[in-house]
Structures are given as structure tokens and as C-alpha cells.
């Protein structure tokens, strides 16, 4: 079994994501053309925020966080790895096919714990009729993301990055038939999340197949090995479940401000590109990789792989972070407002965006430092530390919302992160070595800090220089690209001349993976 190329993957990872990101983020912008924020784009927001919402907490949050090391190391042990995962296939679709049925007929309850603000208006309705439609997605999109951790184990990070892909490409031929056919925009979009979802499952289902994974259908059966991930699977699942009830806490704000639900969704998905296009990289590689080292007993390695990856992730994120905040607005007014997604819109989007931005680092360093306990099968500290930043969540969302109205959920989300890798840092220093900051992180995270800082600076004086071009529409794409491309070249500039990282080590690694 040849070992996981960490940089390889984090490039790989991260460049399918980051397609897939734009192209969402054209879904998004079409999303907002055709809906604006209007109740039918709050209905459809929350009912397919459901599925999803499960999803990560059965299968991305919990389940893998569990499946991926064990099944990891029984490929590097050379133990019966695909019998493990067949079973571990059948267990999973065993348990979803019921949660969706029961997840479909208690509809009307899963939209008020959602959104108890859209009780007695239309939005109510037409978010239980959309969610009925699109809960099985939950299904298919779970056992998606067992599959893919299957490939990402075997190397094989193209194939699993390439769904998210997909799935945005169904959505955005969808609403460009439903404009050119006039159908019912809100029912459209319904139904397409469980066309996508089967679609996704039969892709990657083909692709463990092509790698020579040969899943044989069977009836659910409590292996040792099951019950095994069982119970280091249950914490996790506990830690999924906080986390889905701080999004709870979120929407419930959101949902007694009309509009509120579509400006926190519009805002998490500009926030979510850098946010995946990293993240997930690094998760998806991480993972494997440190499960392996620790295998093969290689602390020196896992050092390494962590370190790389924290330095990679704040090299990309701080930057997005200051950019974030300091062009919100420009940002959130030239990509959004047309159609239905008027001034105001573009206002309440950018001042959740610029709030989302301050989270940003934390959101990505979560992703550096959660494999370093689930690669050790640790997921009960995870599981106390999401008990702690439910309640800040909680205080701060509830406690700000008379002040500041809707804005509440998005900085409590924030600080909540900050809050949730404090408590990471802290509890992996008992891990010896391979969890110790190396000498080469320690002297360029504070230049990566400067560079970031100084673009900021550059950015802000930009942003005014073009404030007229902004706002015209027949250059507003033109500056923002001005004003963005200014930004990057600024910032590498000057972090290449400070020593916050050499682009020549980006160049080999590019090179070698020709």
C-alpha cells in the first residue's frame, strides 16, 4: 500500500474543491437572482440545510471521523479492510434508511426546531413540502461519504472531490430549465437535491469499484469490528450533535428577522470557499496520513504532517480572513445584488460575511487539529470540548440577540470557534512529539500574521481608490477582479520578501506531481 503524498493531496484536494466551491457559488448567485431572499429561498434554505445537517452528523462529523483511522490502519496492517468497510456500507444504510422515513413523516417538528419563526406564514408550509422532497438526500449522501473515505484511504482524492462537482453542475442546469420551461422555481430545487444525491452515490460507488473495491450488498450484521466503531464512533456522533444544535441556535435567531436565513446562507457560502478549499483539503488528507504514521509508530512523521498542514492552512486562510472583512461589502454588492437581492441584502449579507470572516483561521485550524485526536481513536475529548462551545454558542446567540437582532448567530458562531480550538491546543499537549510546533511553523506564522496585515492595508486603500467603478455595472466585475488580484499579488509579494513562506517550494511541489 503506497503511502498518501501529503502536499500532492492537499493540492488536489483543494483544487477540486476549490471548483467545486465556484461552481456552488455560481448556483448561489443564480439562487439569488431568481429568489433574492424572499420566503421561497428561506424555505428552500432550510429544508435543504435538514438533510445536509444530518449528514455531518452521521456520516463527514462522526461516522468517518471513526471509520477512516480504523479502516487505515487495517489497510497498512494488511487485515480485511474491504470486509470491514462492507459491513460498516450495510450498518450505515441499514440505520439512514429508517432515519429517512422517520425523518419525512416528522417533517412539520424538524421545520420548527429549524425555524420556529416561519410558524404562520407561508414559509412554514412550503418548507415542510420542500423538505419532504429533498430529506432523502440524507441517505444517498451519507453513503457517499463513506465511500469516499474509502478512496481517500486508498489515495485516490480526485474521485471523492470530484462529487461536490457534481452535484452543483445538476442544481445549475436544473434552474436554467426551470427558467427556460417556467417551472416552479422553489419545487425545482427541491426536487433536484435527491437527484443529485443518487447520481453522486452511483459515481462513487463506479470509482471504489475502478480502484478495486468490490462492495457486495448485504444485510446489516453487528460485527465485532461494528461494535468496535461503535463505540468510538458514539462520542463523535455526540460532538456532531452539539455542533448541529449551535446551527439550530443560529436559524432560530435568523428565522424571527424576515430575510435573515438567506443573508446568514448567502454569507457562509462566500466564507465557505477558502473555508473548504482548505479544510477539507487538509481534513482529507490529514486523517489517513496521521492515522498511518501512528500505525508505524513514525512520531517524527506525524510531526511533520502535522505541522505542514497548520502551516498550509494559515498561510491561505489568515489572508481570507483580513480579506473578508475589510471588502465585505464591494465583495457581497458586485457578486449578489441583482434581481430579487436588493441594497439591503447586499448590506445584512456583508455584515454577517465580515463576522464569519474573524472565524475563518478557527473554522480551518479545527480541520489541522481534530486528526490528531481521531487518528488516535480519541473522540470523547472532542466530544467535551463541543460541549463547551454549545454554550458559549448558546449564551452568546441568545444573549446578543436583542441587541444586535440576527447578527447575534453569526458572531457567536465565531467566537464558539475560537473557543473550540483553544480547547484542541490545549488538550493535544499531552501528546508528546508529534504534536509540538516545529521550529520552521514557529518563525513564519508571525510573517504569514505581517503579510496578511499589510494586504489588508493595500486592500482597504483599493476598495476607495475603486469605490466608483464598484458600483457601476458595466465595471463593477472588472474592479473587483482589479481589486482582488491586487490583494493576492500584494500579499505573496510580501510574504515571499519577509520569509513568511518561499514560492519556490510551492514550484518543486507542483513539479514533482506533473
Not at 473548504?276 to 510531526?303: C, E
Amino acid at each position: 500500500m503506497k503511502p498518501v503524498r501529503l502536499m500532492k493531496g492537499f493540492l488536489t484536494v483543494g483544487g477540486w474543491t476549490l471548483g467545486s466551491r465556484v461552481v456552488g457559488f455560481v448556483r448561489d448567485v443564480m439562487m439569488a437572482a431568481y429568489l433574492g431572499a424572499g420566503p421561497v429561498a428561506e424555505a428552500f434554505l432550510i429544508a435543504f440545510s435538514l438533510p445536509n445537517m444530518f449528514r455531518r452528523f452521521f456520516a463527514e462529523g462522526a461516522f468517518n471521523m471513526a471509520f477512516v483511522p480504523m479502516f487505515s490502519k487495517k489497510l497498512q496492517g494488511g487485515e480485511d479492510a474491504q470486509g470491514f468497510a462492507a459491513d460498516a456500507f450495510a450498518g450505515l444504510a441499514g440505520v439512514l434508511v429508517v432515519f429517512t422515513v422517520l425523518g419525512t413523516l416528522a417533517m412539520p417538528w424538524l421545520v420548527w426546531a429549524m425555524a420556529s419563526g416561519f410558524v404562520g406564514d407561508a414559509r412554514f408550509d412550503m418548507a415542510v413540502m420542500f423538505g419532504r422532497i429533498s430529506f432523502s438526500y440524507i441517505l444517498f449522501i451519507s453513503l457517499v461519504a463513506l465511500l469516499s473515505g474509502v478512496l481517500n484511504a486508498f489515495g485516490r482524492f480526485t474521485e471523492a472531490s470530484f462529487v461536490p462537482v457534481l452535484m452543483n453542475l445538476m442544481f445549475i442546469a436544473a434552474m436554467l430549465m426551470a427558467a427556460r420551461a417556467g417551472w416552479d422555481m422553489g419545487l425545482t430545487l427541491a426536487w433536484t437535491v435527491p437527484l443529485t444525491g443518487i447520481a453522486q452515490l452511483a459515481f462513487t460507488w463506479y470509482s471504489a469499484h475502478r480502484a478495486g473495491f468490490r462492495l457486495a450488498l448485504r444485510w446489516p450484521r453487528l460485527t465485532p469490528e461494528l461494535r468496535r466503531l461503535a463505540v468510538i464512533a458514539g462520542p463523535a456522533v455526540l460532538a456532531g450533535g452539539v455542533v448541529q444544535i449551535n446551527l439550530l441556535v443560529g436559524r432560530q435567531v435568523a428565522s424571527f428577522t424576515e430575510g435573515a436565513v438567506a443573508w446568514l446562507s448567502y454569507a457562509d457560502r462566500l466564507y465557505q470557499l477558502p473555508l473548504g478549499v482548505v479544510g477539507i483539503a487538509i481534513g482529507t488528507v490529514l486523517l489517513p496520513d496521521l492515522s498511518r504514521r501512528l500505525r508505524a509508530n513514525d512520531p517524527l512523521g506525524s510531526r511533520d504532517s502535522f505541522n505542514r498542514g497548520a502551516e498550509f492552512a494559515l498561510m491561505l486562510t489568515l489572508p481570507a480572513a483580513v480579506a473578508l472583512v475589510v471588502i465585505a461589502l464591494p465583495l457581497t454588492a458586485v457578486l449578489f445584488q441583482r434581481g430579487e437581492f436588493g441594497p439591503l441584502d447586499t448590506f445584512n449579507t456583508a455584515l454577517a460575511l465580515a463576522a464569519y470572516g474573524l472565524g475563518l483561521p478557527a473554522f480551518v485550524l479545527h480541520k489541522v487539529l481534530q486528526p490528531l485526536y481521531y487518528a488516535r481513536e480519541d473522540t470523547r475529548r472532542p466530544f467535551h470540548y463541543a460541549l463547551v462551545c454549545m454554550v458559549v454558542n448558546l449564551v452568546f446567540a441568545v444573549g446578543l440577540m436583542p441587541l444586535i437582532g440576527f447578527m447575534a448567530a453569526a458572531l457567536a458562531t465565531t467566537v464558539s470557534g475560537w473557543v473550540m480550538v483553544w480547547q484542541l491546543w490545549r488538550g493535544s499537549r499531552a501528546m508528546g512529539e508529534a504534536a509540538l510546533l516545529d521550529q520552521r511553523f514557529l518563525q513564519r506564522l508571525p510573517r504569514i500574521m505581517i503579510a496578511s496585515g499589510a494586504m489588508g492595508l493595500i486592500l482597504w486603500g483599493g476598495a476607495l481608490a475603486l469605490a466608483v467603478p464598484l458600483a457601476l455595472p458595466s465595471w463593477r466585475y472588472l474592479a473587483l477582479l482589479a481589486l482582488v488580484s491586487l490583494g493576492i499579488i500584494s500579499y505573496f509579494g510580501i510574504g515571499h520578501l519577509i520569509g513568511a513562506f518561499r514560492l519556490h517550494d510551492l514550484k518543486s511541489v507542483l513539479r514533482r506531481q506533473r
